[in-house]
């Protein structure tokens, strides 16, 4: 029998994981620069937590019962554990909590698609106790600054906002809302046409499908309407955030200019002010590299005495990453090589060697050292292997201790 990683699930090989690691430390680079911290949490979290008081649908949750018949799950995304923990565990932390992640995440692939990608890789950072425009400004900044320092050519910002946009669809009845909702999150003007509404309703469903484009066009469009003090305020804050962005988006080379687009809604439903995703346009064609947002009400849903505190946080998906970044060669296309091989000449010599080949494991800078196991007869079997895997230095080692060095280069 031949056994396979199940469905929606996969391996990752030596290379695969130099050039993940590529990634990673990358983006670690830029989240320590900018005074953030890493939190690792539970990959696995009861149920109620994971479901963010309804925020993240149930059904995209992988569940798990433990010895006591509790339901838990494994974590889909890491906002709400960071959340958790957050108000839990670190209660009395000074605010704001720059807090960044690596680490994998898990959701459940519909029925129709059971051999759809199940486990994700994601790095992202969250920004506890900061509200207002200049920390979005500053998420914003550092997500560009992350893909500024993986090299990351030609991607653009959609840029969206929550709270507005469900505001805007309240005139629908609640009966329809969610349906409204999800044909205009998807730019399906035919389903629009065809719901059950008024002239004036279906005009402007169609009226909010049209709301992307440039900043100032969408931000002149939506002040067309009639809107109450709260919206008004969302659109001014909007226009100083674009204000406030332009220039810094501008001066990076290659990337499109920011889309503001008030269709945009994100899969989970906690978010309470600015959503974005960063999107690609390279050659392997467009995908989707990251995305965020503000959920101002979130950490209050799990602190003892309700209190809650601002948010923002983005995520950044590793294997979209790792696809747009393979044309590039900026990846390693290698595994790293052993620097030594350490070759005891008999049985007798064997403790020898593991000596020298700790002696240089010592060494004040990293090297990588092999033992030779004795499965090679031979002193050019032994040499063979060692071009193989392209290491440069032998040690012969004697049953007296002495080491003879040879190079390979």
Not at 122 to 130: K, S
Not at 265 to 292: C, H, N, P
Not at 381 to 399: F, G, L, N, T
């Amino acid at each position: 029998m031949v056994y396979q990683p199940p469905a929606g699930a996969r391996d990752l090989l030596p290379l695969d994981v130099a050039q993940k690691r590529w990634i990673e430390k990358g983006l670690q680079q830029v989240f320590h620069r900018w005074g953030y911290h890493r939190i690792i949490t539970s990959t696995l979290e009861r149920l109620d937590t994971l479901m963010a008081g309804g925020a993240v649908q149930r059904s995209t949750v992988i569940q798990v019962q433990d010895a006591e018949n509790e339901v838990l799950g494994l974590r889909p995304e890491l906002t709400a554990s960071i959340a958790r923990a957050a108000v839990t565990r670190m209660a009395g932390a000074t605010y704001p909590q720059r807090l960044y992640y690596n680490a994998n995440v898990f959701r459940r692939a519909a029925q129709a698609n059971h051999n759809r990608q199940q486990e994700f890789y994601q790095a992202g950072v969250e920004l506890l106790g900061g509200g207002g425009l200049v920390a979005d400004a500053e998420i914003l900044l550092l997500l560009a600054d992350c893909l500024k320092n993986l090299g990351l050519a030609q991607w653009h910002l959609i840029l969206g906002e929550a709270g507005l946009t469900r505001s805007l669809l309240s005139p629908f009845p609640s009966h329809l809302q969610d349906t409204v909702r999800q044909a205009i999150a998807h730019l399906d003007r035919i389903a629009l046409e065809t719901l059950p509404l008024s002239p004036e309703l279906r005009e402007r469903a169609l009226f909010l499908v049209d709301l992307r484009g440039r900043p100032a066009d969408v931000l002149q469009k939506v002040s067309s309407l009639d809107l109450d003090a709260a919206q008004r305020e969302a659109v001014n804050n909007l226009k100083s955030l674009v204000e406030l962005l332009s220039d810094s988006f501008a001066a990076q080379p290659g990337q499109s200019p920011l889309i503001l687009d008030l269709s945009l809604i994100q899969t989970f439903d906690y978010y309470t002010g600015i959503v974005f995703e960063v999107v690609s346009e390279a050659e392997t064609g467009q995908r989707v590299l990251g995305q965020g947002g503000r959920y101002d009400q979130l950490l209050g849903l799990y602190h003892p005495q309700g209190e809650t505190y601002p948010g923002i946080g983005f995520s950044l998906n590793i294997e979209d990453l790792h696809q747009v970044l393979l044309p590039t060669e900026q990846l390693p296309q290698e595994t790293p090589n052993s620097d030594w091989l350490v070759v005891p000449e008999s049985a007798q010599a064997y403790t020898a060697a593991f000596a020298y080949a700790q002696k240089l494991r010592e060494s004040a800078e990293l090297v990588r050292v092999e033992v030779d196991l004795g499965d090679r007869h031979s002193p050019e079997a032994v040499r063979e292997y060692a071009r193989d895997r392209r290491i440069a230095q032998v040690v012969w080692i004697k049953v007296d201790g002495s080491a003879e060095v040879e190079s390979l280069t």
